[in-house]
């Protein structure tokens, strides 16, 4: 007997399969359930690929372990409704909420609940049209590629612009509330954004709101989270900081942290990704033999020849951190 039967069977919920135990005394091995569905490698992964979120970490345990009882509970002849299990995430960008995403579509497919489990994230172009009979056809091509799987809407808030009365975004909105309703037990949506916007766009679109039964919402990042993401990322790649060059960061991050359009992880590894051109450049233009730990290393220098630092700092802060300290020529980022 399979411990976790397919989440759509063709029979109403209350219709006894004679296949099941429904005796008073029957039970189920939790540690037999874990082992099938594998559900907790994915759930040790999302732990080791990001740093932090621990409030989101826990919710997408709690709805994995909801999901796992729901399974169990049908294997003894329980009810056990379908769950809604749309939600809406919400936060500043790169805070990892598409790949929660990606990971919560690999639970509900080992777990039965969508048949494919890939993920499909796109924004309002993708399903938005220019002009009248474009937009259902676009909407439709999207939802039929996410069938199976989870649907992403990044910036859900933008699908419908009020000022615009030539706006087509109410008819893509009008599909997507018609397939979570009827089609929930195949298709899973995530709607994502800022959330004040989020909660902005909820109270003009009560539609959604009633479908979504999960608000995860993804916080900033500390600068201690962000430090140990540019060592992780930089560890993926065989590079390290030097211990001058974590110094350096550290204060690039404060900075970087204060200014505008300013993107968690995303920018992390923006940062990182300019430091390790401007080595590539150093070890170039220096020639002659260059060992192992040269090419891993991105030292104080790579850092400080960021732009960031080009602008006016505290007096004790240059002091510390200016580029004539480590003797850097000026070359900011452009």
Request: no cysteine; proline share 5%; glycine share 6%.
């Amino acid at each position: 007997m399979s411990m976790i039967p397919p989440a759509r069977t063709g029979e109403p919920d209350n219709v006894a399969n004679p296949e099941l135990d429904t005796s008073s005394d029957a039970s189920v091995d939790v540690s037999n359930v874990l082992e099938k569905s594998q559900v907790m490698e994915v759930l040790d992964k999302l732990d080791q690929e990001l740093v932090g979120l621990q409030s989101v970490k826990t919710r997408i345990r709690e709805v994995a372990a909801l999901l796992m009882v729901d399974r169990m509970r049908q294997s003894l002849g329980l009810m056990a409704r379908p769950p809604s299990l749309h939600m809406s995430f919400t936060g500043p960008p790169g805070t990892g909420k598409t790949t929660v995403a990606m990971r919560m579509a690999t639970i509900l497919h080992r777990l039965g609940y969508v048949r494919k489990g890939h993920l499909v994230a796109v924004t309002r172009d993708d399903l938005v049209g220019q002009y009248i009979g474009h937009t259902a056809p676009k909407t439709k091509e999207v939802l039929k590629r996410a069938m199976g799987g989870v649907l992403f809407i990044d910036e859900a808030y933008y699908l419908y612009r009020q000022e615009n009365e030539r706006d087509y975004g109410q008819e893509a909105i009008e599909i997507l509330l018609q397939v979570m309703e009827n089609q929930r037990d195949d298709l899973v949506v995530i709607l994502a954004g800022y959330k004040d916007r989020m909660e902005t766009f909820f109270q003009s679109n009560p539609g959604f709101s009633s479908r979504i039964a999960h608000h995860l919402d993804f916080p900033n990042y500390a600068l201690d989270e962000l430090l140990v993401i540019a060592q992780l990322m930089l560890a993926e790649q065989m590079y390290r900081l030097s211990p001058e060059a974590i110094q350096v960061f550290e204060v690039y991050l404060q900075r970087r942290m204060r200014m505008p359009r300013f993107a968690n992880a995303r920018s992390v590894r923006n940062a990182l990704d300019r430091a390790r051109l401007r080595q590539a450049n150093r070890l170039f233009a220096r020639g002659g033999r260059i060992s192992k730990t040269d090419l891993m290393t991105i030292e104080a220098e790579d850092i400080l020849a960021s732009r960031v630092f080009s602008e006016e700092m505290p007096d004790g802060e240059q002091q510390s951190y200016s580029e004539e300290t480590y003797n850097v020529p000026g070359d900011p980022d452009v």
